[in-house]
Protein backbone atom coordinates (compact mmCIF):
# COMPACT_ATOMS: atom_id res chain seq x y z
CA UNK A 1 0.00 0.00 0.00
CA UNK A 2 1.28 3.17 -1.14
CA UNK A 3 1.93 6.59 1.42
CA UNK A 4 -1.11 8.37 -0.76
CA UNK A 5 -2.92 5.70 -0.19
CA UNK A 6 -2.22 5.74 3.69
CA UNK A 7 -2.38 8.98 3.87
CA UNK A 8 -6.14 9.29 2.51
CA UNK A 9 -7.34 6.90 5.98
CA UNK A 10 -6.56 10.40 8.03
CA UNK A 11 -7.99 12.68 5.95
CA UNK A 12 -10.89 14.89 7.35
CA UNK A 13 -13.42 16.55 4.92
CA UNK A 14 -13.75 20.18 5.72
CA UNK A 15 -17.46 21.54 6.28
CA UNK A 16 -18.36 25.18 5.18
CA UNK A 17 -21.27 25.29 7.34
CA UNK A 18 -20.84 26.80 10.85
CA UNK A 19 -21.73 23.33 12.66
CA UNK A 20 -24.01 24.35 15.79
CA UNK A 21 -23.65 22.99 19.54
CA UNK A 22 -26.58 21.56 21.18
CA UNK A 23 -27.71 24.97 23.18
CA UNK A 24 -29.56 22.73 25.98
CA UNK A 25 -26.09 21.67 27.16
CA UNK A 26 -24.00 23.53 29.78
CA UNK A 27 -21.18 25.81 28.28
CA UNK A 28 -18.34 23.61 28.49
CA UNK A 29 -20.23 20.96 27.15
CA UNK A 30 -20.39 22.88 24.05
CA UNK A 31 -17.21 23.62 23.68
CA UNK A 32 -16.14 20.19 23.99
CA UNK A 33 -19.05 18.68 21.51
CA UNK A 34 -17.46 21.99 19.11
CA UNK A 35 -13.83 20.23 19.34
CA UNK A 36 -14.71 16.98 18.98
CA UNK A 37 -16.71 18.07 15.73
CA UNK A 38 -13.48 19.38 14.66
CA UNK A 39 -11.47 16.88 15.09
CA UNK A 40 -9.38 18.34 17.92
CA UNK A 41 -6.69 16.19 19.66
CA UNK A 42 -7.58 15.40 23.12
CA UNK A 43 -4.76 17.31 24.57
CA UNK A 44 -5.76 20.55 22.83
CA UNK A 45 -9.01 19.32 24.18
CA UNK A 46 -8.03 19.60 27.58
CA UNK A 47 -5.59 22.94 27.30
CA UNK A 48 -8.75 25.04 25.46
CA UNK A 49 -11.08 23.53 27.95
CA UNK A 50 -8.90 25.01 30.81
CA UNK A 51 -7.98 28.02 29.39
CA UNK A 52 -11.40 29.03 28.55
CA UNK A 53 -12.74 28.18 32.32
CA UNK A 54 -10.16 30.22 33.69
CA UNK A 55 -11.19 33.15 31.01
CA UNK A 56 -14.97 32.50 32.96
CA UNK A 57 -13.35 32.46 36.33
CA UNK A 58 -11.25 35.70 36.52
CA UNK A 59 -14.52 37.22 36.20
CA UNK A 60 -16.33 35.35 39.03
CA UNK A 61 -18.78 34.08 36.54
CA UNK A 62 -20.41 36.65 36.16
CA UNK A 63 -20.91 37.39 32.98
CA UNK A 64 -21.88 35.01 30.01
CA UNK A 65 -19.02 35.43 27.96
CA UNK A 66 -21.42 36.00 25.40
CA UNK A 67 -21.69 39.57 27.10
CA UNK A 68 -18.17 40.28 27.04
CA UNK A 69 -15.64 40.91 24.49
CA UNK A 70 -12.27 42.71 23.41
CA UNK A 71 -12.37 44.67 26.62
CA UNK A 72 -12.41 41.57 28.66
CA UNK A 73 -10.22 39.57 26.61
CA UNK A 74 -7.78 41.92 26.58
CA UNK A 75 -7.89 41.87 30.41
CA UNK A 76 -7.63 38.73 31.25
CA UNK A 77 -4.29 38.13 28.78
CA UNK A 78 -2.64 41.61 29.78
CA UNK A 79 -3.22 39.89 34.03
CA UNK A 80 -1.70 36.47 32.31
CA UNK A 81 1.22 38.34 31.75
CA UNK A 82 1.70 41.39 34.15
CA UNK A 83 0.58 39.52 37.31
CA UNK A 84 1.41 35.54 36.48
CA UNK A 85 4.44 36.19 34.43
CA UNK A 86 3.39 33.64 31.32
CA UNK A 87 5.32 33.56 28.39
CA UNK A 88 4.44 34.88 24.74
CA UNK A 89 3.78 31.12 23.61
CA UNK A 90 1.46 30.42 26.69
CA UNK A 91 -0.44 33.92 26.07
CA UNK A 92 -0.73 33.01 22.48
CA UNK A 93 -2.06 29.43 23.79
CA UNK A 94 -4.70 31.26 26.07
CA UNK A 95 -5.61 33.74 23.40
CA UNK A 96 -6.46 30.86 20.76
CA UNK A 97 -8.55 29.18 22.97
CA UNK A 98 -10.84 31.90 24.20
CA UNK A 99 -11.27 33.07 20.33
CA UNK A 100 -12.43 29.62 19.25
CA UNK A 101 -14.89 29.67 21.98
CA UNK A 102 -16.24 33.39 20.37
CA UNK A 103 -15.97 32.22 16.69
CA UNK A 104 -16.31 28.49 16.80
CA UNK A 105 -18.96 27.76 20.17
CA UNK A 106 -20.74 31.16 20.58
CA UNK A 107 -20.64 31.93 16.38
CA UNK A 108 -19.27 35.43 17.62
CA UNK A 109 -16.68 37.50 15.69
CA UNK A 110 -14.08 39.12 17.49
CA UNK A 111 -13.50 41.49 14.69
CA UNK A 112 -11.68 44.07 16.22
CA UNK A 113 -7.91 43.32 17.06
CA UNK A 114 -6.79 42.36 20.43
CA UNK A 115 -4.25 44.11 22.05
CA UNK A 116 -3.21 42.38 25.78
CA UNK A 117 0.23 43.54 27.44
CA UNK A 118 2.22 41.13 25.61
CA UNK A 119 4.47 38.93 27.11
CA UNK A 120 8.06 39.38 26.09
CA UNK A 121 9.53 36.36 23.89
CA UNK A 122 12.69 35.84 24.68
CA UNK A 123 14.82 33.96 21.62
CA UNK A 124 17.34 31.51 23.46
CA UNK A 125 19.80 29.46 21.37
CA UNK A 126 18.54 25.74 21.09
CA UNK A 127 21.00 23.36 22.88
CA UNK A 128 22.50 20.68 20.61
CA UNK A 129 23.97 17.79 22.53
CA UNK A 130 27.40 15.75 20.71
CA UNK A 131 27.55 12.31 19.98
CA UNK A 132 29.42 11.83 23.03
CA UNK A 133 26.11 13.24 25.22
CA UNK A 134 23.46 11.34 23.31
CA UNK A 135 25.69 8.14 23.51
CA UNK A 136 25.79 8.37 27.29
CA UNK A 137 22.39 9.35 27.74
CA UNK A 138 21.59 6.41 25.81
CA UNK A 139 23.64 4.05 28.12
CA UNK A 140 21.52 4.97 30.77
CA UNK A 141 18.34 3.43 29.23
CA UNK A 142 17.01 -0.08 28.38
CA UNK A 143 13.86 -1.57 27.04
CA UNK A 144 11.38 0.46 25.54
CA UNK A 145 12.49 3.40 26.86
CA UNK A 146 16.19 3.10 24.69
CA UNK A 147 13.91 1.76 21.73
CA UNK A 148 11.97 5.10 21.64
CA UNK A 149 15.11 7.35 22.37
CA UNK A 150 16.93 5.76 19.33
CA UNK A 151 13.85 6.10 17.27
CA UNK A 152 13.71 10.27 18.39
CA UNK A 153 16.94 10.77 18.21
CA UNK A 154 17.72 8.87 14.82
CA UNK A 155 14.44 9.67 13.07
CA UNK A 156 14.16 12.77 14.23
CA UNK A 157 10.73 12.24 15.61
CA UNK A 158 8.74 14.74 18.27
CA UNK A 159 8.18 12.90 21.18
CA UNK A 160 4.37 12.25 21.04
CA UNK A 161 4.70 11.09 17.21
CA UNK A 162 6.66 8.55 18.77
CA UNK A 163 4.27 7.58 21.19
CA UNK A 164 1.45 7.39 18.94
CA UNK A 165 2.90 4.67 15.96
CA UNK A 166 1.01 2.28 15.25
CA UNK A 167 2.29 -1.32 13.92
CA UNK A 168 1.16 -0.91 10.60
CA UNK A 169 3.31 2.74 10.26
CA UNK A 170 6.50 0.58 10.14
CA UNK A 171 7.54 -0.29 6.15
CA UNK A 172 10.13 -2.81 7.04
CA UNK A 173 10.77 -3.72 3.16
CA UNK A 174 12.16 -0.16 2.81
CA UNK A 175 12.87 0.87 6.31
CA UNK A 176 10.96 3.72 6.33
CA UNK A 177 8.24 5.04 8.84
CA UNK A 178 5.09 6.68 8.23
CA UNK A 179 3.85 9.93 10.09
CA UNK A 180 0.65 10.62 10.13
CA UNK A 181 -1.33 13.51 11.14
CA UNK A 182 1.52 15.01 13.41
CA UNK A 183 1.67 19.25 14.28
CA UNK A 184 -0.24 21.02 11.97
CA UNK A 185 -1.99 17.96 10.98
CA UNK A 186 0.84 17.51 8.10
CA UNK A 187 1.65 13.67 7.19
CA UNK A 188 5.38 12.46 6.18
CA UNK A 189 8.26 9.78 5.75
CA UNK A 190 11.17 9.22 7.94
CA UNK A 191 13.96 6.41 7.32
CA UNK A 192 15.14 4.64 10.94
CA UNK A 193 18.75 3.17 11.14
CA UNK A 194 19.52 -0.36 9.99
CA UNK A 195 21.18 -0.66 13.80
CA UNK A 196 17.72 -0.76 15.38
CA UNK A 197 15.69 -2.96 12.82
CA UNK A 198 15.97 -6.46 15.02
CA UNK A 199 14.48 -4.21 18.11
CA UNK A 200 11.73 -2.93 15.79
CA UNK A 201 10.78 -6.29 14.72
CA UNK A 202 10.80 -7.72 18.39
CA UNK A 203 8.84 -5.06 19.31
CA UNK A 204 6.40 -5.95 17.13
CA UNK A 205 6.26 -9.31 18.10
CA UNK A 206 5.66 -8.36 21.70
CA UNK A 207 3.23 -6.26 20.78
CA UNK A 208 1.45 -9.08 18.92
CA UNK A 209 2.07 -11.25 22.08
CA UNK A 210 0.19 -8.72 24.53
CA UNK A 211 -2.41 -7.87 21.96
CA UNK A 212 -3.54 -11.69 21.67
CA UNK A 213 -3.76 -11.98 25.47
CA UNK A 214 -5.97 -8.71 25.17
CA UNK A 215 -7.99 -10.20 22.72
CA UNK A 216 -8.39 -13.55 24.89
CA UNK A 217 -9.85 -11.58 28.01
CA UNK A 218 -12.45 -9.30 26.08
CA UNK A 219 -10.23 -6.67 25.58
CA UNK A 220 -7.69 -5.51 22.60
CA UNK A 221 -9.62 -2.53 21.43
CA UNK A 222 -7.48 0.78 20.67
CA UNK A 223 -8.31 4.36 19.83
CA UNK A 224 -9.51 5.36 16.45
CA UNK A 225 -10.00 8.93 15.24
CA UNK A 226 -13.85 8.98 14.64
CA UNK A 227 -14.49 8.86 11.20
CA UNK A 228 -12.03 5.32 10.64
CA UNK A 229 -14.04 4.15 13.91
CA UNK A 230 -16.97 4.38 11.96
CA UNK A 231 -15.85 3.20 8.59
CA UNK A 232 -14.56 0.41 9.62
CA UNK A 233 -15.86 -1.60 12.35
CA UNK A 234 -13.96 -4.00 13.39
CA UNK A 235 -10.75 -2.43 12.92
CA UNK A 236 -10.27 -1.24 16.25
CA UNK A 237 -9.46 -4.64 17.13
CA UNK A 238 -7.20 -5.25 14.37
CA UNK A 239 -3.17 -6.05 15.27
CA UNK A 240 -2.19 -3.67 12.46
CA UNK A 241 -3.82 -0.56 14.07
CA UNK A 242 -2.26 -1.52 18.01
CA UNK A 243 0.19 1.09 19.36
CA UNK A 244 4.14 0.25 18.67
CA UNK A 245 4.46 1.25 22.47
CA UNK A 246 0.99 0.34 24.20
CA UNK A 247 0.63 1.13 28.11
CA UNK A 248 1.37 -1.72 30.29
CA UNK A 249 -1.78 -1.74 32.17
CA UNK A 250 -5.89 -1.99 30.20
CA UNK A 251 -6.69 1.93 30.25
CA UNK A 252 -9.67 3.87 29.45
CA UNK A 253 -10.53 5.81 26.97
CA UNK A 254 -11.62 9.48 27.95
CA UNK A 255 -13.91 10.28 25.35
CA UNK A 256 -15.89 7.25 24.85
CA UNK A 257 -14.94 4.93 27.80
CA UNK A 258 -13.86 2.43 25.96
CA UNK A 259 -11.12 -0.21 27.79
Known amino acids: MTFLSLSIQYEIMEVNQQFKPDPSLKLMDQVRQVLRYHHYAYRTEETYCRWIVQYLRFFDLKKHPAEMGKKEIEQ ?90 RIKDIDFGINKIYIYAAKGGKNRIVQFPKTILHDIHSQVDRVKEIHQKDISQGYGSVYLPSGLAKKYKGAAKEFMWQYLFPSKKISVDPRSGIK
Do not use: W
Request: charge should be positive; include cysteine; glycine fraction near 4%.
Open 76 to 165: FLSHLTVKRSVSAATQKQALNAIVFLYKKVLNINIDEKITPVKSRQIKKPPIVMTKQEVRRILSYLQGNNLLMARLLYGCGLRLMECVRL
